[in-house]
């Protein structure tokens, strides 16, 4: 093999770390994927299923084309690698997807409750308010299709009964959105036990949504 794209695994690595340390993941909850462009076809580095963090390594990272067909590694790709799919195929914009277990978020997509603009970082990272997507099986087509449509052009979702997908225009993007999506689905949980649960007034919401949108290269 002339290419492993060691380096592009690396970092989907690295990305692994940082969410199982930030205590988003837990066991082999979750997965990690990234764009990677060559020449001649679109393929994506992603972690393979059901392999525990605490044994997770660079070879535990494959390679797919956009069929999930394997390119580099002999492991089994995420079980929501349609998902992930799914996700490059709608959003050109998107170089990186992670999808989280974490518990606060979670708690919002069993409630079915979407999580709406409380912080005043929420919507320039994530775009606004997260949405809950239908529900949809584990690992199935109806997931991956109901999760772009609830996503539409922010930058995380809430998965019913199922948790978060996060994604970015990098890895470090989408570290960061799936980060923050957890802390705003607990600072709002926080505030509503608090009695106040107070939204960002919407002429923010409306500004702060353009900033997000210049950001992404979006047509206003
Ligand atoms: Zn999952």
Avoid: W
């Amino acid at each position: 093999m002339s290419n492993d794209f060691l380096e592009e695994r690396q970092q989907v690595l690295d990305a692994v770390k940082r969410i199982v340390a930030a205590g988003l993941v837990s066991g082999a909850s979750g997965n990690v994927s990234r764009r990677i462009a060559t020449p001649n076809v679109e393929l994506f580095a992603v972690t393979a299923s059901r392999v525990p963090y605490h044994r997770f390594g660079i070879d535990d990272v494959l390679v797919v084309d956009a069929e999930i067909d394997p390119v580099v590694g002999d492991g089994i790709p995420s079980s929501e690698s349609l998902a992930h799919m799914a996700v490059y195929a709608a959003r050109p914009d998107v170089g990186a997807v992670i999808h989280t277990h974490s518990v606060y978020a979670s708690a919002f997509a069993v409630a079915a409750q979407p999580i709406p603009c409380v912080l005043d970082e929420q919507v320039v990272i994530l775009g606004g308010a997260v949405a809950v997507a239908e529900y949809g099986a584990s690992a199935s087509q109806r997931l991956a299709d109901n999760a772009v449509a609830a996503l539409g052009d922010r930058a995380a979702v809430l998965l019913k009964h199922h948790g978060l997908l996060g994604v970015g225009s990098d890895l470090e993007e989408a570290v960061a959105v799936v980060d923050l999506a957890e802390r705003v689905a607990r600072v709002r949980l926080l505030s509503m036990q608090l009695g106040a649960a107070h939204e960002l007034p919407s002429a923010v919401v409306s500004a702060e949504q353009l900033v997000y949108r210049m950001m992404k290269g979006f047509k206003p």
